[in-house]
């Protein structure tokens, strides 16, 4: 079977968990002996000529073929309707996928493809699956958080809501222009996506209409696949049919790092070292773990911080600030793929202190396969795979006093720790390439049978 993944981006330069995860089924089902190709927006290209409208190009990554596409910024000014309507992507995906016979399409991320891409594919009849590796197609800025870090539940007031949480400048504009009588009758209609013009009226358009359109779409295609029951339950609540969403939690690739055999080790120097695996952004809650190890008297806890510190220097450097000086903060910068099982042996456990409806943190099920237990915020899908008591203690989001009461209960309990340390099996990748095997082969099936 010859089958097409799309991203938004792809490796070796953007490794994300949703990278990852499409490197290891891509892998997989070759070794299947399916075919299997890769179509990626490319964010961070620089184009050489002045006058440079797109880039295209052919390679191969770790033997998977990936072509990779960009589109010069100066096309996308109104960067509300871009982040999903782009139409240059369309001309380059369509010319390109015109040369091809793909048997099914797996989408991963549309972010900056656009939409077009799910109507291109429907148009030829090709079976296309979306994964929803996080809220994009539900929040602009895909973390269903507002603004000043509050949690939300969905698009507000119509979608209208949005437009302060996104840009307040835009929404002041919207308001002194009173626009929302005009807006209003078409809020649930398409903007046009070949104008990318940024007036106030067609960046909010492209804000408010963004979920009806998104969802619109969504419904159009064969399957849905949520890799936790939390963002099912998100997605048909808020409007997609039930039956369209199937559940297929994230397997492990068991390559990407050494397994410990044992299931706890014993320490000379007593300390529980901790680990935050991941991104160094504010709605990871990495300040939370920090100020959660300041708080604590206890000098046998120390936490280990691995992650990008100059994806987002200003965030990072109060990261610092609040360190200060205390040695039981350490952090050591974002690491190799391969380097996982080193990292994860220097560590008692992983903590996971979010603020946002995590989906499957890979950070969890990475830790947790390897025998540590993961101290992690109570919530979204974290909860279905970080069991408190069992394999690991979960805690009220945002709450510092209840993340260093973890903390402190670990340290002083090995006995605890090697408790929660024999539950934390994870399934593999593999399950996974055998679960799409079936779903690939029934969706061009019933498009088959469609067709005659």
């Known amino acids: 079977m010859k089958i097409l993944f799309v991203l938004h981006q792809y ?21 299947q002996g399916h075919d299997v190709e890769i179509f990626a927006y490319e964010p961070l290209i620089q184009f050489e000529a002045p006058l440079q409208d797109w880039f295209e190009r052919d390679e191969s990554v770790e033997g998977i073929p990936v072509h990779r596409c960009s589109v010069h910024p100066r ?53 296309t699956a979306v994964h929803l590796m996080d809220f994009w197609f539900l929040c602009p800025n895909f973390l269903l958080l ?3 870090g509050s949690l939300c539940e969905g698009p507000p007031d119509r979608g209208f809501g949005c437009l302060s949480c996104i840009d307040p400048a835009l929404a002041k504009a919207v308001e002194s222009a009173r626009l929302r009588p005009m807006l209003e009758p078409i809020a649930e209609l398409p903007a046009p996506g070949g104008d990318l013009q940024p007036t106030v009226a067609r960046r909010a358009h492209a804000l408010i209409a963004r979920k009806p359109v998104m969802f619109a779409e969504l419904e159009q295609v064969e399957v849905v696949i949520a890799p936790s029951r939390f963002l099912q339950r998100i997605f048909e609540a808020r409007g997609l049919p039930t039956g369209l969403v199937q559940h297929l939690p994230y397997g492990l690739d068991p390559t990407r790092g050494a ?9 000379a120097d007593k300390t529980l070292h901790v680990g935050y695996i991941g991104s160094i952004t504010r709605h990871k809650g990495v300040h939370l773990a920090v100020e959660a190890v300041r708080r604590s008297k206890r000098k046998d806890i120390v936490l280990h911080v691995h992650g990008d510190v100059a994806s987002h220097p200003e965030y990072t450097e109060e990261l610092r600030a609040m360190a200060a000086d205390d040695a039981r903060i350490v952090f050591h910068g974002r690491f190799e793929a391969t380097q996982l099982g080193e990292v994860l042996s220097t560590l008692d456990c992983v903590t996971v202190p979010s603020l946002w409806y995590e989906n499957t943190p890979f950070t969890v099920l990475e830790a947790l396969q390897y025998g540590l237990p993961v101290v992690a915020s109570q919530l979204g899908g974290i909860t279905e795979v970080v069991r408190d008591g069992k394999n690991g203690i979960l805690f009220e989001a945002g709450n510092v006093a209840a993340l260093t009461a973890a903390l402190e209960k670990l340290a002083r309990g090995p006995s605890l720790l090697r408790k929660l340390s024999r539950n934390t099996n994870i399934g593999t990748v593999f399950n996974d390439v055998a679960w799409l095997q079936k779903l690939y082969a029934g969706m061009v ?5 469609a067709r005659t």
């Open 11 to 31: 490796l070796p330069r953007h490794v994300t968990g949703t990278e990852q995860y499409a490197r290891s089924l891509a892998h997989g089902l070759q070794a």
């Open 75 to 127: 096309h996308s000014a109104n960067r509300e309707l871009g982040d999903y309507e782009n139409p240059l992507v369309l001309a380059m995906f369509a010319r390109w996928l015109a040369t091809k016979q793909f048997d099914v399409v797996h989408v991963f991320h549309l972010r900056n493809l656009g939409l077009s891409v799910l109507r291109e594919t429907r148009r030829l009849g090709l079976p």
């Open 146 to 148: 507002h603004r000043d």
């Open 259 to 267: 397994l410990r055999p044992e299931v706890a080790r014993a320490r």
């Open 445 to 449: 099936t019933a498009k088959s049978l």
